[in-house]
């Protein structure tokens, strides 16, 4: 599971095992699509922008797969 606390708010994201995303701030919960929708909770407002960061796709890292063909 990805996790990052967001550097302005303080609240926590959390990437669930489904795909949406778990917002937690001062004992407040909320779930939250990809792209911030709220889904539930009593948090209603995520930064849609953290969310879409946290659960899109996953781009491979560029510089780690030049480093593993250069030991190849």
């Not at 491979?60 to 250069?70: I, L, T």
Request: proline letters at 4%.
């Amino acid at each position: 599971m990805r996790t990052i606390k967001h550097p302005l708010s303080g609240a926590i994201y959390d990437l669930t095992v489904n795909g949406t995303i778990e917002v937690t701030k001062n004992g407040q919960r909320g779930l939250f699509t990809e792209h911030g929708v709220w889904l539930e909770g009593e948090l209603r407002q995520a930064d849609p922008h953290l969310c879409l960061w946290i659960a899109g796709k996953q781009l491979p890292n560029r510089f780690q797969q030049a480093a593993e063909a250069m030991q190849d």
